[in-house]
């Protein structure tokens, strides 16, 4: 399933590095390796991971190796969403904040999108047929959330923005509580052109009067 899942998500290998994420004890400043392959990334992640260690993966690719900066992406395949549950939370529960974001999807139009249940949250994928440069994406991430935003969907706003976004992989493990749990994909992700989610998101936006710059 996880290389499914980079393959989805993630440009394809010739166009740039992807990166792993490292967190000693979960804290502080995270410790980056750069692989050229999904599949020595997914080495990486389940090594990591079965070894008791926390481990994301970043969202995008990276020209060269040695900086997760935003400057240094070099291609994006998928917009993503990250949304926080929990008693204190906007959704109490896991079906709640991911019917939230579905009644949003279908309202659009979208297609299926990934769903992986990170241990205390929900993280979604939207991902594309082809990889698209980072200012590009860019602008359909400002469309993406705006829309969002109408709909009432809540979610981490910075990260849906972020190209240097990191989340937890599926596959990996969840080390926040006392008994480890298992980052699961439970839906797989449909691809579509990025130009089709524009022309979607865009007549949405029209529909419902959001401005976008």
Known sequence: ?????????????????????????????????????NQELANAILKVSSAGGTIYHACAAYAEPGSRKGSNVSAVKSLWVDIDVGEKKPYKSKTEAAVAYETFRLAVGLPASWLVVSGSGLHIYQPFTKAIPPDKWAVLADLFCACMKHAGVQYDT?????????????????????????????????????????????????ANNIGVA
């Open 1 to 37: 399933m996880i290389l499914d899942f980079l393959g989805s998500i993630l440009p394809p290998e010739p166009l740039g590095y992807r990166v792993a994420a490292a967190f000693t004890n979960g804290v502080g400043a995270p410790r980056h390796a750069f692989f050229k392959t």
């Open 158 to 206: 910075s990260r849906s923005k972020d190209r240097a976004s990191i989340l937890r992989p599926p596959g990996s493990y969840n080390y926040k509580t006392s008994t480890p749990v298992l980052v699961e994909a439970k839906r797989k992700g449909e691809a579509i052109s990025a130009a089709d989610i524009w022309r979607m998101l865009k007549a949405y936006a029209d």
